[in-house]
Structures are given as C-alpha cells and as structure tokens.
C-alpha cells in the first residue's frame, strides 16, 4: 500500500489534514518570527515574577506586578547609564563616551548614516560603552537577562544624559546606587512593597559593633554575608572598610589586584529579588572603580570575575546536587557556590562558615501556602504558628556564623516574647552568647508602623559562658532620632543575665526587666497547686480567666467588601434569630466606658465566619481590652466592663473568669491600673495587645474582702462614665483636648426641650418668626437655596455674622446672645444639608433675652455637673492606682512615682478621646 492515491476515499481528507497542519505551522513559525520579542519579554515577566512572588510584591495585582517589572527594568538602564558616568569621571575609561564631548562627536559622525539606523542611533554608542564596561568586569550586562529587554528611545535617552552629566562623579564611593533608588521610589512604593533603605547610622553601628574594622577584618578567611542584601547597602559598607584596612595609614593600597581580589573573596550577598542583586553587584562594583583604575595605570590586566552576589532564595535549603560538572554555565556554577555556602561543604573555603553575619532580613510579606509549607519542611525546628519571614533569617544567621563568628540584624522586636517565636529564641540563647540588644525609636521609617531592635550575638558552644553571659541592653527614647545612636546616647542602659532568659519555661527576652519588676510579680507568688508545699508560682492572669481575640468574620477582601454577616438592626430579617450586637471599628473602649457606635450593627453569628470564638466568652460578664496601642502611648493596657452581652470584631479582646474565687471586676482595677501597665510596657514593646501577651499579667492573690473594696470603687467609676455616655448619647460633646483642657458642648436642642418640659410657657419662637421679629436678619444677597455646610462659624473680618455656607449664605446678628445662641443650635449635625427653607419652621429660639438668660444659666448648670463627674472619676482612678500600690507593696516613694509618672490619666484620656 505505498500510493493513497489509490484510497481516494481515505487520501482526500489525510491531504486536507495535511495541508490545515502546514499552515498552522506556517502561521506559528510567521507570528513566532513577527513577536519574537513580544514572547521574550513575556518570558522574562513570568520568569521574574516567580521569583518575587514570596516577597512583598507577591502581594501586587497583576497590573502592579507589570508596572513594577517596568519600573525596575527602567531603573536598571538608568543604572548603567549612571555607571558609565561614574567610570568616565573617574578615569576608569581612556576616552569619554557619552559626557564632555563624547556624545557630540558621536552626533557629528553618526549623522551620515542615520538612514541605515534602525531605530534609536545612539543604541550603537550606548552598546560600545557597554562593551567598554564589561571589559572592566563582564556580569555587568550578560548577568541579568531579565532586564535586558528596555530600551530608552532617543529622547529619553539625551534627557537621561542631561540629567547625568550635571553631576561629578569622580570623588564617589558612598551607597549611590541605594541612595538614588530609596530617593525615586516614593512612599506610596515602599509601603506596598516592603523596600526601605537601612539608614547609614545603622548600618555602621552593626559594623562597628560586630568588630568590622581595622585589624579584625585583614585575611583571606574574614568572610561577611548579607542572606537578605537588598541594594547591598551593608555590603558596600562593608567593602570601603576593607579598602580601608588595607590602606593603613598611608592610605593607599600597595597591590589594588590583591584587594580586589579580597574584597571578592569575602563580601557575599544573597537576595530573591533579581532587581536587588544587580543594584548590589553595581553597587560594589562602583566602590572598587579607583582600585581597578590604579590597577590599569600600573599596566596590570585585570577583569574583575562577577562579586558574590546570588539571585536565590536564602531560606531554601541546599539541594545537595551539583550543576557544573554536568552544566558547565554560569548559572550551574553559581548554583554550586550557593548550595556550598548553604551546607559548609566539606573541603570548601565555606565548610568553617562566616565571621560576620549581618542583615536587616525582610518581615511582612504575604506567603503563598507552598511557601510556608517549605519553610516548615525546611526550618521545622524553629517554624511554629505563624512566623513571620525574618525569624527564619535569625536561623539561617546562626547556621552561617563560624565558631566564635558575631551577628547583627536589624528585625521587628516581636520575637524577644512572641508566643511563636519561643523555639526560635531556645536556639538563639542555647547556641550563642547575646552580647548586645539595642532598643531603636520609632519612626526609623516614617511610613512604617514597626518597632525594631538591633540583636548582637556571637556564636557559642560552651553552655557554661553561655550562661554567664551579661547582655548590655542599650534602650533609646520612642521619639529619639538615629543620631542619638551614632553618639551612643542612651536613654537606659541595663544588664541583664542571659541565664536568667535560659531558665524562663518559654525563653522570653526581657530586656527592661529591672528591680521593680522583679517585687512586683514576687507579690503575686502562690504555692504550686495551693498544696502549701515549698514550691512556688507566680499568679497569672491566665490562671484565673479566659481571654480570646474577637470575631474575624471574613477571610478575604472580596468577602468583607460583600459584608454579608453584618446588617443594622432594620436590615436584619424577622426570621432569622442568630444575629447578636456587635461592637466593630465604630465602637469605643475606654478605661471604664464602652459605647456601641451611632449605627448600632449586628452581627449573625455561627461557623460560616472565618474566626469565632466560643459564644461564652461574649454572652458571660467580660472585659473588653483594646487590641491596638501605640508604643507612644503612656497607657497600653485598656478595659472596660461588659454584661450586655455585646459581641466584637478582632479589634477587642474579651476575658471571662474561670476561678470563681476571683471578680472580674477587681481584675479590671488591676488590668487598667498605672502599675499593671508599667509593668506590662517594660515586657512588651508591640502595637497589638495579643491576648498572649496580657494572659502574663501577675495577678495579686486577694481575699474576697480585698477584692470587694475594688468592687466598689469600680462601679462607681463604671456608674459615672454611664452617666457621661447617655449624656453623649443625647448630642452632648464631652471630650479632653490634647493639651489638657476640657471641651464640654451642651446641645441647645436638648436643653431646650428640657426647659420647655419644666414650663410649658417656656417662651420660643421659630427661625421664620425669629427674623420677623429682627433677632437675626439675611441680606438679599445670599443663596437661599444653600444648604448648611458642616462647618459653621464666625470670622475675625465680619464679627456679627454667622456663616452658615462660605460665600453664599450667612446670618447677620448684633444680639451677643442671640449670635451665641445661634452658633452653638446651628451647629448640630440635623441642620447640615439643610437649605433655609428647611429649617426656618422647624428649628427655635428662646424669645427674648431673659429667657436666654435662662437657657445659658442652664448651660452652666450642666457644664458643672459634668466637670464634677469627671473630676469624680480621676479621683476614683487615682484611688485605685494608690491602693494597687499597697497592694502590691509598692512603698518606696520614688518607685512609686516612677509607676504613676509613667502613665498619667489625664494625657492618655486625652488622646483616647481623640482617636474615638
């Protein structure tokens, strides 16, 4: 059967087949040729994004990704265009190629052969002195393929050069590269993206206090690694010193081959972000360019091989396969280091490890599922609940140090006492000695809410100094700037005895742990079991109550944006019986007081939320504690009372009794008393108030009489806040401002009412007849079709006139008390949006003068009832904090001091205020 043709029946339809095929092949083979550089690009994207996709750009929308991929490949041509000035500044070049009359000369000779140029002409210039630059060291252009694809057209690329050339770049050896990125990516940026540019200051404090310097650092085995390097801001620190080193004192270098081979040797970076490690390879590469030209003017031939920065994913461990002997390319070969320098290979210059280890390690990221479970593979002895991404660089810092070998990182300070973190900081105090910790301000971003410390360690095996290791703690001011650092100016300095970390059940870093703290939790001590035997416990919070973090209904944006669990009471079916009040971001918990917001919702409670916790602990008598409090703030731990049965969001705590024997209600006097909060802001520095941080609380052990006398007192200052709360519940403003002083707004509406029902001849008019009669009047040249705006008031230009609407309506009044009278009615919330003709039979004003006279009268009347109640609960409170003090045997004056001073009423009532 060798001719179909004889098959007609079967050679027909095959030769259709066959021909269908050939043209969607040739129309692949067409579209492939015409988008080549389309699908390149696209590979690249997908190819990159798999890379960043567990940092913090793993959490953009797509159309962020893209913009971001955009934004860094722009950055890169920037970057080397930014190079090659630098290396034509400094002589690196023989002849400038795009400065000072390269780019002229190129102009006048190129312009004959524009009509054979294919797009930009100056590509060909830009490739020569690309070219030019790999000479000096080839990863400058072949390493990083991902961003090879921009291309500057020709305005951008004269506009570039304009910008570049304004600049002397001879005398550079500072971060430029980390400078000019932290300068161009704005806040916005670097908020969503996790990028923030460690300071100088601290950078150099690290270095400084790991020992890089001088002496220490001269040899061929003194390696440093950055795991989380970023722009390598650390590492070209790192390299100027060990330039320096080698300087001595006369400052220069005898052979510039050989210290640059040592500073290949032994600055090595690591980083996922592709983008991050051509900003460090450049940026090191830039510190080194006087060495490399004074190698040129020696006739020395040199081409630098690639620094050891690697495009990798520190936290994966080592595959134990190795890629060059099979593959030999770049990217097998540096595989190979990696896995080498990850595993202390055995007859490698890795197998002792690292001297230095430094690093301000990323933290925030959102993880993919697949990652967390490498990270629990991988790092299953440290890995417990829900670590964040730095607790495992701590890790792999340890694993890295070689014998003796010092750390200094830079992380959020939540591991000193996280719950999830205590395996982490069993291995960190049995495995090393904690020379120093360094309590930095706030605000070392201005757009990062975090707290961070400086740790510094030294790897030890010997469980003996271990355990008589003092750890110097070096405490700054919240407010403190980064210069106090550099001086080393302390706010507090101690001492704390690591031994004393090692034999806490859950390895907690305390560092501000002093004297007072000790006698306050010596008072709480009980016998173990209450079996009257020797053996003693502190008393705890946990052991008397129940606490939980409140409801989380939704898991993801799309599911709270839906918001189908959460109604007004209108909104709520008939038939439908699971729906409970809840308190949510609107509401408000004071020290004593709790207000359910003005829009009163509820919740339907049952398993389909994605977090709840057991009913009792909302229909039971509870506490509620505000979850969130700045460190700034002078009182952390705040509660209030609650048996209304009021469900919460997560943004409340709630604690419920368990030992019958204890009240709630004296466990509130001692949770919001200034001692308990001294105590609970020396152990824990974080915004949240977790439920495992406050179950720590020591709890004096109280008989039933002592706890009744706290009783009293807390129902009291309970009844009085009440009082307020109906009070605002009715439109009376009762506030304290930020600079101490009281604000107390009658409403005038309320007030009225009342007056009226006291004496139904209570003499008051309406607006219309108001103007009628002449006690306020409008000039024709208002709008009366205006509405009200919420701003009403009264200028320094036009005293008798109240603006009611800026420009276009306003009342004129020459009466003091009718203007006073008007300013306060008109500014309640009813009136805003309303035009005069809405108002003018609605709203009223008491006749005449005396009867204002008698409104005011009243006014003051309530004022001072109102003053009286507040200054009735700062009594009460100062009283329970005098006798938590007894309590607790506090006696010593200055102590004393030292806990009320720390956190006074009336500033923190200020700002809680403020923020409700």
């Known amino acids: 059967m060798s001719n179909l043709d004889e098959f007609p029946a079967l050679s027909h339809p095959l030769q259709g087949y066959i021909d269908k095929v050939f043209t969607w092949h040739q129309r692949q083979a067409i579209l492939n040729h015409d988008y080549q550089t389309d699908k390149n690009l696209f590979n690249d994207y997908t190819a990159w994004k798999s890379l960043v996709q567990e940092t913090m750009l793993g959490g953009l929308d797509e159309e962020q990704r893209r913009s971001e991929f955009a934004l860094q490949a722009a950055y890169v041509v920037f970057i080397r265009l930014l190079l090659i000035r630098i290396c034509e500044d400094k002589g690196v070049f023989r002849h400038r190629f795009i400065s000072d009359g390269g780019l002229k000369h190129w102009q006048e000779n190129i312009e004959q052969y524009y009509d054979f140029a294919n797009g930009n002409p100056y590509s060909y210039l830009l490739d020569m002195a690309y070219e030019k630059t ?224 430094v690093a301000n390690p990323p933290y925030g990221a959102s993880l993919s599922d697949d990652y967390k479970k490498m990270l ?12 964040d991404t730095y607790t ?70 010997d469980e003996e100094r271990r355990k008589a290791q003092q750890v110097r703690i070096n405490l700054l001011g919240l407010r403190d700037t980064l210069d106090k650092l550099t001086e080393r100016a302390w706010a507090e300095t101690l001492t704390q005895p690591q031994l004393h970390w090692m034999d806490d059940s859950s ?56 918001n189908p669990f959460i109604k007004s009471r209108h909104d709520i079916p008939p038939s439908e019986y699971a729906w409970r009040p809840l308190l949510d971001g609107g509401a408000f918990v004071g020290r004593y007081e709790l207000r359910w917001s003005k829009k009163q919702p509820y919740l339907k409670y049952g398993n389909w939320l994605y977090s709840v916790p057991q009913s009792k602990f909302f229909d039971s008598p509870k506490l509620l504690v505000q979850d969130m409090r700045n460190r700034a703030l002078k009182r952390r ?7 209304q049965k009021f469900y919460n969001r997560h943004n409340f705590s709630d604690i419920i009794t368990k030992d019958a024997n204890y009240n709630l209600k004296y466990i509130l006097a001692l949770f919001n008393s200034s001692l308990l909060n001294y105590w609970f802001g020396r152990q824990f520095d974080n915004v949240h108030i977790n439920p495992s941080y406050f179950r720590q609380l020591p709890i004096y052990p109280a008989d039933a009489a002592t706890q009744s006398s706290f009783t009293v007192l807390v ?41 009226q029902i006291a004496n139904r001849n209570f003499p008051a008019i309406t607006f219309f007849d108001a103007r009628a009669i002449g006690l306020f009047s409008i000039p024709k040249s208002c709008d009366l079709q205006a509405t009200i705006s919420s701003h009403i008031s009264i200028s320094d230009k036009y005293p008798t006139n109240i603006t009611l609407r800026h420009n276009k309506l306003w009342l004129e009044v020459t009466d003091d008390n009718v203007r006073r009278y008007l300013l306060g009615y008109l500014k309640l919330s009813k009136w805003q949006s309303k035009t005069w003709d809405d108002i003018k039979n609605v709203a009223i004003i008491p006749e005449d003068t005396a009867s204002l006279n008698t409104l005011f009268t009243a006014e003051a009347r309530k004022i001072s009832y109102i003053t009286t109640l507040l200054a009735t609960i700062k009594r009460l409170d100062r009283e329970i904090d005098e006798r938590v003090l007894d309590l607790y045997g506090i006696t010593n004056a200055a102590d004393r001091q030292r806990v009320l001073g720390s956190a006074p009423v009336e500033d923190d009532e200020a700002v809680s205020e403020d923020e409700a």
């Open 134 to 357: 790999q000479n000096i060291y080839a990863h400058f252009f072949t390493g990083r393929e991902l961003f090879n694809w921009y291309q500057l057209d020709r305005e951008r690329f004269i506009l570039s050069l304009y910008q570049l050339s304004r600049f002397d770049f001879a005398e550079v050896d500072s971060d430029i590269i980390g400078t000019v990125y932290n300068t161009y990516v704005n806040r916005a940026e670097k908020r969503n993206k996790g990028q923030y540019y460690t300071p100088p200051a601290i950078i150099n404090y690290i270095l400084d206090t790991v020992g890089y310097s001088g002496r220490k650092i001269i040899g061929s085995n003194k390696r440093l690694i950055d795991p989380a390097c970023g722009s390598g801001s650390f590492l070209v620190t790192a390299a100027k010193r060990l330039v320096t080193a080698y300087q001595g004192e006369k400052r220069e270098v005898d052979d510039p081959v050989a210290v640059l081979e040592r500073v290949q040797q032994n600055i090595y970076g690591f980083d996922l972000n592709p983008f991050a490690c051509y900003l460090a390879e450049i940026n090191l590469l830039i510190q080194v360019l006087d060495l490399v030209k004074q190698a040129h003017s020696a006739n020395k031939n040199l081409k630098l091989k690639p620094f050891h920065i690697y495009n990798v994913d520190a936290l994966a461990r080592p595959s134990g396969v190795y890629y060059y002997m099979n593959f030999t390319t770049l990217l097998a070969e540096e595989n190979d280091q990696v896995n080498q320098i990850k595993s202390r290979a055995l007859d490698t210059p890795y197998a002792q490890g690292f001297d230095f280890v």
């Open 376 to 387: 629990r593979d991988n790092w299953s002895d440290v890995f417990y609940g829900q670590p």
């Open 392 to 461: 495992f660089f701590l890790k792999l810092g340890l694993d890295l140090l070689s014998h003796q070998g010092k750390l200094g990182f830079i992380t959020p300070n939540t591991y000193l006492m996280g719950t999830h973190t205590a395996v982490l900081r069993n291995k960190l105090l049995n495995s090393a000695r904690i020379e120093q910790i360094v309590d930095l301000p706030q605000g070392i971003w201005s757009d990062a809410n975090v707290d961070c410390v400086l740790l510094f360690l030294a790897a030890e095996t």
């Open 507 to 562: 390895y907690k870093i305390t560092i501000r742990y002093d004297t007072l703290l000790q006698q306050i939790e010596k008072a709480c001590r009980i016998p173990v079991n209450g079996n009257g035997g020797s053996a003693m416990k502190i008393l705890r919070l946990s052991d008397v109550t129940e606490s939980t973090q409140g409801i989380i209904p939704y898991h993801t944006r799309a599911e709270g944006k839906a």
């Open 637 to 643: 731990l705040v509660a209030t009372y609650d048996d």
């Open 715 to 755: 129902d009291e200052i309970l009844a009085k806040h009440a009082e307020l709360n109906n009070l605002r519940n009715q439109g009376y403003t009762i506030r304290q401002r930020r600079d101490g002083t009281l604000l107390i707004e009658v409403p005038y509406d309320t007030l009225l009412k009342e007056l």
